[in-house]
């Protein structure tokens, strides 16, 4: 079975680190580019952080950028979002997902059509 979970949302206050992951079953991750896309309340899902399929390439929204750290942990399977230095603008559902077709980096975080796999969601707040 074909599947995507995120796993280590959480509450944590201004300032704070969390730890996101994304554990692929059924598939290698490896061949996939993988993203991590948030959702606030009434707000439209953005792309906040994606990685090539090599891993050669990353990209950062620039609200994130310098705090969120994407990377593999190939031997698990899983693709890591290290989020420090939170805040709470950063409060959403942070969604993973996957895509075997090949994205120009331009569009690595933005053309949500071309990934296949997505996780259920993983609840981020950001609160004192």
């Known amino acids: 079975q074909v599947q995507l979970v995120e796993s280590g949302g959480g509450l944590v206050q201004p300032g704070g680190s969390l730890r996101l992951?994304?554990?692929a079953s059924g598939f290698t991750l490896d061949s996939y580019n993988v993203g991590w896309f948030r959702q606030a309340p009434g707000k439209e899902r953005e792309g906040v952080?994606?990685?090539s399929r090599s891993g050669g390439s990353t990209y950062y929204r620039d609200s994130v950028?310098?705090?969120f750290?994407?990377?593999r942990d190939t031997a698990g399977n899983t693709v890591v979002l290290q989020m420090n230095s939170l805040k709470p603008e950063d409060t959403a559902v942070y969604h993973c997902a996957a895509a075997s077709?090949?994205?120009g980096y331009q569009d690595l975080c933005?053309?949500?059509s071309r990934y296949d796999y997505?996780?259920?969601g993983a609840q981020v707040t950001v609160s004192s």
């Open 118 to 120: 997505w996780g259920q």
């Open 21 to 23: 992951s994304c554990a």
């Open 49 to 51: 952080s994606c990685i």
């Open 69 to 71: 750290t994407i990377s």
């Open 101 to 103: 077709r090949p994205i």
């Open 65 to 67: 950028r310098g705090r």
């Open 110 to 112: 933005t053309l949500e």
